[in-house]
């Protein structure tokens, strides 16, 4: 195996003080939750908490709205490993860490990896408080988290002709109408950060096909395909983009708005997870 810092057995060493906290059941799923969307760890049974910083090769999360921590539990009577917030770019942190919680979720036994967002709408057809299914997404943060040397299991050429698996999708479009919600879908667009957008690049993101915009998420996604895992996610329009709103972007304008659809998005993912 490899031995770079984040690869397969920094990895599979984390993976085993994982299980040495939480248990050693396999999870039906690992879930990576974004920015105000963390509420859903409420939600699991039997929860054990583990913060990050006591996880090998885990850094503390630093953003507000992410808690920074991983849960093992159960969600709908399923074993679940959840992260409540992840590791971002625009923090100093590299691209392989970025997508190295995924690597600890694939060597805890996770099958398939659920993420979820916090994001600027670009379709003036969204609203706050939408909820976005994942269809597909632009990678303009210009990282890949997979330069450098091969690691153990991982494809090196991984094909992303759908990086977001068409029968997970199904099956979100299917417990969202069950539910009564309105499941928009989308391309997210992922950019650096920790700017928000000007206007122009806005107009730019819209003329290249991002119908949403955010900081995270391409990384975890480049990851779990190299590794074979299956991926769906859902991003949470928390505000129309710049140049489409009416008044300058702020955190906490993130912030209020996931907490306010948190409701929904729980009982949409647990309905998921149930039926996995």
């Given at each position: 195996?490899?031995?770079?810092?984040?690869?397969?057995?920094?990895?599979?060493?984390?993976?085993?003080?994982?299980?040495?906290?939480?248990?050693?059941?396999?999870?039906?799923?690992g879930?990576?939750?974004?920015?105000?969307?963390?509420?859903?760890?409420?939600?699991?049974?039997?929860?054990?908490?583990?913060?990050?910083?006591e996880?090998?090769?885990?850094?503390?999360?630093?953003?507000?709205?992410?808690?920074?921590?991983?849960?093992?539990?159960?969600?709908?009577?399923?074993?679940?490993?959840?992260?409540?917030g992840?590791?971002?770019?625009?923090?100093?942190?590299?691209?392989?860490?970025?997508?190295f919680?995924?690597?600890?979720?694939?060597?805890?036994?996770?099958?398939t990896?659920?993420?979820?967002?916090?994001?600027?709408?670009?379709?003036?057809?969204?609203?706050?408080g939408d909820?976005?299914?994942?269809?597909?997404?632009?990678?303009?943060?210009?990282?890949?988290?997979?330069?450098?040397?091969?690691?153990?299991?991982?494809?090196?050429?991984?094909?992303?002709?759908?990086?977001?698996?068409e029968?997970?999708?199904?099956?979100?479009?299917?417990?969202?109408?069950?539910?009564g919600?309105?499941l928009?879908?989308?391309?997210?667009g992922?950019?650096?950060?920790?700017?928000?957008?000007?206007?122009?690049?806005?107009?730019?993101?819209?003329?290249?096909?991002?119908?949403?915009?955010?900081?995270?998420?391409?990384?975890?996604?480049?990851?779990?395909?190299a590794?074979?895992?299956?991926?769906?996610?859902?991003?949470?329009?928390?505000?129309?983009?710049?140049?489409?709103?009416?008044h300058?972007?702020?955190?906490?304008?993130?912030?209020?708005?996931?907490?306010?659809?948190?409701?929904?998005?729980?009982?949409?993912?647990?309905?998921?997870?149930?039926g996995?």
């Amino acid at each position: 195996m490899s031995d770079s810092a984040f690869g397969v057995a920094a990895a599979s060493k984390a993976a085993d003080a994982i299980r040495q906290r939480i248990g050693s059941a396999t999870p039906i799923a690992g879930i990576i939750l974004g920015t105000g969307l963390g509420g859903l760890a409420q939600r699991i049974a039997n929860p054990i908490d583990v913060p990050f910083a006591e996880v090998p090769g885990f850094p503390s999360a630093t953003v507000v709205g992410h808690a920074g921590k991983l849960i093992g539990g159960t969600l709908s009577g399923r074993p679940v490993v959840a992260l409540a917030g992840r590791f971002h770019m625009y923090e100093g942190h590299d691209a392989a860490l970025a997508g190295f919680p995924v690597r600890v979720l694939h060597a805890l036994g996770a099958p398939t990896l659920f993420v979820s967002n916090a994001a600027g709408g670009i379709r003036r057809t969204f609203r706050a408080g939408d909820l976005m299914l994942i269809r597909d997404h632009l990678n303009l943060m210009f990282r890949n988290p997979l330069i450098g040397p091969l690691e153990s299991g991982d494809t090196r050429f991984p094909d992303m002709s759908a990086p977001y698996d068409e029968e997970l999708c199904a099956q979100l479009r299917v417990h969202a109408a069950q539910l009564g919600i309105q499941l928009q879908e989308g391309v997210y667009g992922g950019l650096l950060g920790p700017t928000y957008e000007t206007p122009t690049e806005v107009r730019m993101l819209a003329t290249l096909g991002a119908d949403a915009v955010g900081m995270s998420t391409v990384p975890e996604v480049i990851v779990a395909r190299a590794i074979g895992m299956r991926v769906a996610g859902i991003s949470c329009i928390t505000n129309l983009a710049s140049g489409i709103s009416p008044h300058p972007l702020s955190h906490a304008e993130v912030i209020e708005t996931t907490t306010r659809v948190a409701a929904q998005f729980e009982s949409l993912v647990e309905r998921f997870v149930g039926g996995l």
